[in-house]
């Protein structure tokens, strides 16, 4: 997706709690990570008011500004039957923009990112947009450091504001994002389970890894590792050229990888770069905990409060969730 007319990042914020939790068992820290932030009491929802509050403050924009407010997440929002997308909007100030909730797994963020741009291109009436992410893996239902493969997570909320034709908002220039798709895969986190009337009916807590298991005792062998590097090439090649960039540009100083485990990282995400691009793979994740859908989020913040080189400094940044879906997103420092 070439972003056209322009759109522009007026803040990039992700809030993260004080506490965190260190890795006791050998697996946790093979996975990469030194830390994962904890939320010892703010829900998902609260922690996405908590980093759109910063967004706002530090744009000098009012929730009143907002034309929509799409909120993402990928697990449990502290309610049952609600919409944590109009709590957002509502806490913020924001009673004429629309509300929408996006469901993505832990690509929600990128979602929720393509859906505000799509509006902001595509509707004259909608000119500035808040996407958030807020998540928190608290037991008794879901064990972040045990609970999934290939991740240990971590809790925060994310904020991005973005606006159309309005340049002296601009601290990032988002020149394109693409997103590729393999529903085929949707059985790695449904497992061979059958259908329930209510959350968690076969087990006490989330157990990604059991899904996980049923699914490859039945698919083709290294049928998930060939088709993540085929999506993972698509996402960002096509981002590469919908931005007009090269992958050998000079200005592309740096690859934001998606908080993933180790092996992920360096097993597939960094082979692949070295062949496509001359940027620069950077891990943010290894002090915070994969974010849910907030990784793609609180990577423009790294990109926003880490450039070295200046206006006109490229970055890719990644993000991948269940189901699955890959994005990559090329942004410029303004």
């Given at each position: 997706m070439k972003v056209?007319?322009?759109?522009?990042?007026?803040?990039?914020?992700?809030?993260?709690?004080?506490?965190?939790?260190?890795?006791?068992?050998?697996d946790g820290a093979e996975a990469g990570y030194d830390e994962v932030a904890v939320a010892e009491g703010h829900s998902g929802p609260e922690l996405a008011v908590l980093a759109g509050e910063a967004a706002l403050a530090s744009s000098g924009w009012s929730g009143a500004d907002l034309d929509l407010v799409a909120h993402a997440w990928s697990y449990h929002q502290g309610h049952d039957f609600w919409s944590p997308a109009h709590f957002v909007a509502d806490r913020l100030g924001a009673p004429a923009a629309l509300p929408l909730g996006v469901q993505q797994m832990c690509n929600g963020g990128a979602a929720a990112l393509q859906t505000a741009v799509a509006h902001l291109v595509a509707d004259p009436a909608v000119e500035r947009a808040l996407v958030t992410t807020g998540d928190r893996f608290c037991g008794p239902g879901f064990s972040r450091w045990t609970g999934d493969y290939g991740a240990v997570y971590g809790d925060s909320g994310t904020a991005v504001l973005l606006s159309r034709g309005r340049p002296e908002d601009a601290r990032l220039r988002l020149l394109s994002i693409v997103t590729v798709a393999a529903p085929e895969l949707e059985r790695m986190n449904r497992g061979d389970d059958p259908f329930?009337?209510?959350?968690?009916?076969?087990?006490?807590?989330?157990?990604?890894?059991?899904t996980k298991k049923a699914f490859l005792r039945t698919s083709a062998p290294?049928?998930?590792?060939?088709?993540?590097?085929?999506?993972?090439?698509?996402?960002?090649?096509?981002?590469?050229?919908?931005?007009?960039v090269a992958p050998d540009d000079p200005r592309l100083t740096r690859a934001v990888l998606p908080r993933?485990?180790?092996?992920?990282?360096?097993?597939?995400?960094?082979?692949?770069?070295?062949?496509?691009?001359?940027?620069?793979?950077?891990?943010?994740?290894?002090?915070?905990?994969?974010?849910g859908a907030g990784d793609l989020g609180a990577n423009l913040a790294a990109v926003a409060e880490g450039a070295t080189a200046g206006r006109g400094e490229l970055a890719l940044v990644l993000s991948a969730g269940a189901g699955f879906s890959w994005s990559a997103a090329v942004v410029e420092v303004v």
């Open positions: 056209s007319p322009e759109v522009v990042i007026a803040a990039a914020v992700v809030w993260l709690p004080r506490h965190r939790e260190r890795p006791d068992l050998p329930t009337p209510a959350p968690r009916w076969y087990r006490p807590a989330v157990d990604a890894r059991a290294g049928l998930f590792g060939a088709t993540e590097r085929e999506k993972i090439r698509r996402a960002v090649t096509g981002a590469l050229a919908d931005a007009c993933l485990h180790r092996g992920a990282l360096d097993g597939v995400y960094r082979p692949l770069l070295a062949e496509l691009t001359t940027a620069e793979p950077v891990d943010p994740g290894h002090v915070t905990g994969h974010l």
